[in-house]
């Protein structure tokens, strides 16, 4: 797996839109656990876990989470799972969200409630894939990417605008083979928890054609003309692995132009 950032990426600061910086007391809930550190793990999950929650809903089913079948992801991202959201009136898709990667590290007493406006919660990411119809595949791929970020040497976490090349095409079937990395307007994105910020990024399934056109923009340019371009043909922020490459379409280059203008008036206008 590759990752391509696009330098130029809008790098603004956190919204604050959702705030659940509070760490809740989970001794009644967990009398099984006696010690301060267990206890505090405990609370940073359930505070994020309220935090996503408050973002999509109820889980489906109820109160039930992906746990992955993979002894390394067990030691290495300890309470680590994937929830899964049905669609909504207001939400088109399957929704899996990864649950762990922004546990905070063990702090000291003295700097457990310290927040720093530019402090991250952990890696300071949860990724986010959605799917026309429920799938087996998707929390596999979502898992591929979590175990990219924890195990990869060098791997950083994919920022927004970030490009990922796969290797193989997403699902096993189909062209897409890259994922774009983009905040989704259909949900708050930016969340305030005990341990810092956290930022939920989705990942989108593209073709290498159509991030070829992207990397013919300036940087920082051509991953936003993509994400509106998927927009404007109303695939969205949707993997849909059987689609057809949309570079494909008659009228691309015209579409192409008309995202590329609407997103130059975007950032001319500050947004």
């Known amino acids: 797996m590759a990752d391509e950032s696009d330098s130029g990426a809008n790098q603004t600061g956190f919204m604050l839109a959702?705030?659940?910086s509070l760490l809740p007391d989970v001794s009644r809930?967990?009398?099984?656990?006696?010690?301060?550190?267990?206890?505090?793990?405990a609370a940073h999950m359930l505070a994020r876990e309220r935090a996503i929650h408050a973002v999509?809903?109820?889980?489906?089913?109820?109160?039930?989470?992906?746990?992955?079948?993979?002894?390394?992801?067990?030691?290495?991202?300890?309470?680590?799972?994937?929830?899964?959201?049905?669609?909504?009136?207001?939400r088109t898709g399957w929704h899996y969200v990864?649950?762990?990667?922004?546990?905070?590290?063990e702090r000291g007493a003295a700097e457990r409630f310290e927040l720093n406006p530019d402090a991250h919660s952990g890696f300071g990411?949860?990724?986010?894939?959605?799917?026309?119809?429920d799938a087996t595949w998707a929390p596999r791929a979502l898992l591929q990417i979590v175990k990219y970020v924890l195990f990869q040497d060098g791997a950083g976490v994919a920022a927004e605008w970030g490009r990922l090349a796969i290797?193989?095409?997403?699902?096993?079937?189909?062209?897409?083979?890259?994922?774009?990395v983009?905040?989704?307007?259909?949900?708050?994105?930016?969340?305030?928890?005990?341990?810092?910020?956290?930022?939920?990024?989705?990942?989108?399934?593209?073709?290498?054609?159509?991030?070829?056109?992207?990397?013919?923009?300036?940087?920082?340019?051509?991953?936003?003309?993509?994400?509106?371009?998927l927009r404007q043909v109303g695939i969205g922020c949707l993997t849909i692995v059987e689609r057809a490459c949309i570079t494909s379409r008659l009228?691309?280059?015209?579409?192409?132009?008309?995202?590329?203008?609407?997103?130059?008036?975007?950032?001319?206008?500050g947004l």
């Open 251 to 269: 009228d691309f280059v015209s579409e192409w132009e008309r995202a590329r203008r609407t997103v130059m008036v975007r950032q001319n206008a």
């Open 56 to 90: 999509f809903g109820e889980t489906f089913p109820a109160d039930q989470v992906l746990s992955p079948d993979d002894p390394r992801l067990a030691v290495n991202w300890p309470g680590g799972c994937l929830l899964r959201f049905a669609p909504l009136k207001s």
């Open 29 to 41: 809930l967990h009398p099984e656990l006696a010690h301060p550190g267990e206890l505090e793990h």
């Open 18 to 20: 959702l705030d659940f």
């Open 182 to 229: 983009v905040r989704s307007p259909d949900y708050e994105t930016d969340l305030i928890l005990p341990g810092g910020h956290c930022r939920l990024l989705h990942l989108v399934g593209t073709t290498a054609l159509e991030m070829e056109w992207a990397r013919k923009e300036p940087s920082g340019l051509g991953s936003q003309v993509l994400a509106e371009i």
């Open 167 to 180: 290797g193989q095409p997403i699902g096993g079937v189909g062209r897409l083979d890259h994922l774009l």
């Open 125 to 133: 990411v949860e990724f986010i894939i959605s799917v026309p119809a």
């Open 98 to 105: 990864s649950h762990g990667l922004c546990q905070p590290e």
